[in-house]
């Protein structure tokens, strides 16, 4: 459940958690030291594909009126696919913003149910460099505090 005094982390991990259990790791022997949904750039030698989440600093909040403490978060989170092969990387990002999207409303599991809302994809952009063809996809959530 995302809390409002760890925001920022539980919606990652949310999103991480969600994501890790509908989206199935094309590699059925990848290293046990790796993992296919991260949460940070990977820093070290890895096998591709595999899935980055993280927020992009951009968190917008504000009051729900005169004298409330209830407040309205917005948060953007980039999530990016990092694939060999063009095809790959877009497979894969139809996937994810499908799953997220068809996962916004209902009573258990869903985001609605984490108190996250207003799911938006604000931007695609392809990033291919020689040998890694990556997608980087930013979201936007609403999260009310009460």
């Known amino acids: ?13 949310y999103i991480k958690d969600f994501l890790d ?3 199935t790791d094309p590699i059925s ?13 990977p820093t070290r030698a890895t096998t ?15 009051t729900l ?4 403490e209830a407040s309205q978060h917005y948060i953007e989170i980039e ?3 990092w694939a060999k092969s063009t095809k790959q990387r877009d497979d894969m990002a139809d996937q994810i913003y499908q799953k997220l999207k068809d996962n916004q409303i209902g009573a258990s599991g869903t985001s609605q149910a984490n ?5 938006q994809l604000l931007s695609s952009v392809n990033v291919d460099e020689p ?16």
């Open 48 to 62: 591709y594909p595999l899935i980055t989440i993280k927020d992009t600093n951009s968190y917008d909040s504000q």
């Open 29 to 41: 022997n990848r290293p046990t030291n790796q993992k296919f949904i991260m949460t940070s750039y």
């Open 21 to 23: 259990g509908e989206i």
């Open 131 to 146: 040998e890694i063809k990556s997608k980087v996809m930013s979201f936007k959530f609403l999260f009310i505090a009460t």
């Open 65 to 68: 009126g005169f004298q409330s």
């Open 79 to 81: 999530i990016r696919v």
């Open 115 to 119: 108190d996250i809302h207003d799911f």
């Open 1 to 13: 459940m995302v809390q409002t005094a760890t925001i920022l982390r539980d919606t990652i991990f």
